[in-house]
């Protein structure tokens, strides 16, 4: 129970300060968000590094640094074109739409927290409806907190993302307190493996405790005397 303290801690303190960003739409505050979304009936969140990290000078703005085409741009686009096909496939979602916001998540923990504050405020919050159009919520809120009919507010089903696996494990502490499932495409910590801790993450690629084990094992079969490995440091 002593080594689950800080972590208790820590899920306290993103608990607060989700509620007072959340509070926000009551109070009139606006936010500046960079997104890119397909609409649809099922939405799907996810937290791409679209740019690099801010640097030193940056940081305290939270201003992202350069693109990544690669990393970033390529995972946004196949997203998409994912999306595109899934819903051109008539048998696999009937008479269902299924779309995706991506949110840039700059591979830096205080903004990827920042934009899943964003999920969770667009997924318990109403959108606004002005004579029966859909009004975009990523520029206004809700005058007055007013009560809109259930069925208006977007559907997030889950969000997939970050790459990080160090900020994955914030971002799950934040998310799991609304009930709301992560997938993870790199995050390899073997801690996001504890299910009694991290409940609502899942992942589609291996923890590095299995990678490790497989470097063991290659190492007997063929009965190695001395290897080299590169790695980089941090979860």
């Avoid at 507010?153 to 889950?158: A, F, S, T």
């Avoid at 900020?167 to 934040?174: A, C, G, K, S």
């Avoid at 504890?194 to 923890?207: I, N, Q, T």
Wanted: glycine share 6%; proline share 5%.
């Amino acid at each position: 129970m002593p080594q689950r303290e800080g972590p208790l801690w820590t899920r306290l303190l993103l608990t607060v300060v989700a509620i007072a960003a959340i509070a926000q739409v009551c109070t009139g505050q606006r936010r500046t968000k960079r997104t890119a979304i397909i609409p649809g009936d099922i939405m799907i969140g996810a937290l791409f590094s679209v740019h690099q990290q801010p640097g030193q000078k940056q940081a305290q703005s939270r201003t992202c640094g350069d693109v990544r085409e690669q990393y970033g741009l390529q995972r946004v686009e196949a997203s998409f074109q994912t999306i595109d096909e899934i819903n051109r496939n008539e048998t696999l979602l009937p008479n269902i739409t299924l779309g995706i916001e991506i949110r840039d998540s700059c591979w830096y923990s205080p903004i990827a927290l920042d934009q899943s504050i964003e999920f969770i405020r667009d997924a318990i919050k109403l959108d606004d409806i002005q004579d029966g159009n859909l009004t975009s919520t990523h520029a206004d809120v809700l005058p007055d907190c007013a009560v809109k009919p259930a069925k208006t507010k977007k559907n997030l089903v889950g969000v997939v993302g970050p790459g990080s696996s160090t900020v994955t494990i914030q971002v799950q502490n934040l998310l799991q307190l609304f009930n709301i499932p992560q997938i993870g495409y790199s995050a390899t910590s073997r801690d996001l493996s504890d299910k009694s801790f991290y409940k609502y993450f899942l992942r589609v690629v291996p923890s590095d405790f299995y990678q490790a084990q497989v470097m063991v094992d290659l190492v007997r079969a063929y009965n190695w005397t001395y290897v080299s490995t590169v790695h980089t440091d941090g979860k």
